[in-house]
């Protein structure tokens, strides 16, 4: 659970092996390790539906990584069921069964929790080891075993799921309609606020919601009283942080002449827009011809970064070369 928190609070975990099935309750457990150590013990293989929450979850415990993975959702996309398949479904497709959401709304953090409750958190788990040996036999059958250990391994990468706060500025929704001039304030701002919220363990909207924060790097108030008369800045607000974004105001650079931070300066020419369109369609196209899903090779940035030159791409690396970079350079280059 995570909406009053800035990072998510390990709640239950679920744990199915051929032999046994339990629930373990991690708030009544002071340390997870020897839980999280018998993932790492070599020739031990954790199955995991899509993985990533759960490692952001576990790394909040206990920095501890499976020693080896296989992720059931990068299985199916390899074995041709689609992008970011759900869990439910492929439980339907392997096993006919279809699972219950009576208690999809429910307070996992309260105790004790019901029988209903354990049954229906269990069933995330009961059916993995089918859905996995189903799709083992796939990959092998499609010759794919080696692409989905390499994708798998991938996973494992602390830098998928743990944020640094210098680069939140990019995924400020809304940024690009500012006008230039405040784009770096606006940049110095998330990146306090995603500081704050961490500091605090609180969720970034609730430091300063996106709409007041661009409002801030639009309008660069110079004193609490204008700051305070923008839309979302309460009082709380002026208490806790007034001092911190009137600095960050006064001091990050409004050059109407700076270069955009959210605009791409080289904008893709009729040519080169025309050249991602075919790229995108032949990836498409492979993927189709392999019965995998496109979005394992490439997505429209790393098209649009290959048209403007660039060849250091995880489509020219490992699986994803063999599997169509060497045929995009061909044809494309």
Known sequence: MREKTYAPILCLIQVASRNFNCCIDPLSIDSLDPFLSLLETKNTETILHSCRQDFEAFDTRSPRLPHQLFDTQIAAAFCGYGDQVSYAAMVETVCAVKLAKSHTRADWSSRPLSQGELEYAMDDVLYLHTVRDFLQQKLEQFDRMPWFEDECSRQLNPENWQVNPQMAWRKLKGAMRLPIVAHETAKELAIWREQQAIKRNRPR????????????????????????KIEGVNQGVLRQSATAILHICASTNRDKNADSLWRAPDLLEPEQKKKVKAVMTELRSIAEEQNLSSSLLANRNTVEKFVRGNRELDLFRGWRKVAAGDRILEKFS
């Not at 919601?209 to 700051?227: Q, W």
């Open 205 to 228: 909207e609730w430091i300063l919601s996106t709409k007041s924060l661009l409002e801030i790097a639009r309008l660069a108030p110079d004193n609490a009283t204008k700051l305070g």
